[in-house]
């Protein structure tokens, strides 16, 4: 046999060890009977909590200990952190991200240490800022083309620079939409008023890239939501 022969299989048997070690981390991560799961919104945070199962509500105090070690951890931490919270409000970390939790009380935000946790980088900084401007640009665009409507008129005719939007009153209540409104919604309202277009979904990109330019005009200003 020549050795590319031996070098193919080691690679296999490499392969298959490196999956059985994960299915063996994995099974170590499975939860313990019928708890409650709760995922952050960054998706990257799982919490197992003890005393509830899944489908059944938790008790005001015990969600807001839940919420505070999400954010908390969502602060400090960057990687995946899988953990379940005991009864007594004691944490255990139960994969491989280093960190150190104390006991969580309710109502208070506790102290993380984390080891694997530190702030943004200047490189994550500037990505940041980067897909930002990306999108104000983009938002400026639209808010510059006519094609968003059907006559002719653009969101800049009426509104230079994107003055008198006032991004940070909203939410407030808005007498065309008889309602309180979200600057989403107001956005909408003047596609259809005066543009006589489509209004976008609220997930569309071109929403989003005109909230983020219309918001942009606005910075520095203290929110006031529901001024008029």
């Known amino acids: 046999m020549n050795k590319n022969y031996w070098l193919i299989i080691s690679i296999l048997v490499l392969v298959v060890f490196t999956f059985a070690i994960f ?3 994995a099974a170590r991560f499975e939860k313990e009977g019928n708890l409650l799961t709760v995922k952050s919104c960054d998706g ?22 839940v919420a505070n070690l999400l954010m908390n951890l969502i602060k ?8 379940k919270l005991k009864e007594d409000n004691s944490v255990i970390v139960l994969n491989d991200a280093s960190l150190i939790l104390p006991d969580l009380k309710p109502g208070k935000t506790p102290v993380l240490l984390a080891h694997g946790g530190q702030p943004h980088t200047k490189k994550e900084i500037k990505l940041f800022e980067s897909e930002e401007k990306r999108m104000m640009d983009e938002g400026y665009k639209v808010f510059h083309d006519s094609s968003l409507g059907t006559n002719g008129i653009s969101c800049d005719m009426c509104h230079p620079d994107a003055s008198n939007t006032h991004a940070e009153t909203y939410p407030k209540f808005q007498t065309q939409l008889k309602k309180v409104a979200t600057l989403r919604e107001m956005i909408n309202w003047c596609i259809e008023n005066p543009l006589e277009g489509a209004k976008l979904k609220h997930d569309d990109p071109k929403m989003i890239a005109l909230e983020t330019y219309i918001t942009s005009t606005r910075k520095g200003k203290v929110l006031e939501p529901g001024k008029h």
């Open 23 to 25: 299915i063996s981390k």
């Open 44 to 65: 990257k945070k799982t919490i197992f909590v003890e005393g509830f199962k899944e489908g059944e509500k938790m008790s005001k105090e015990k969600a807001q200990v």
């Open 76 to 83: 400090i931490c960057n990687q995946e952190v899988i953990a």
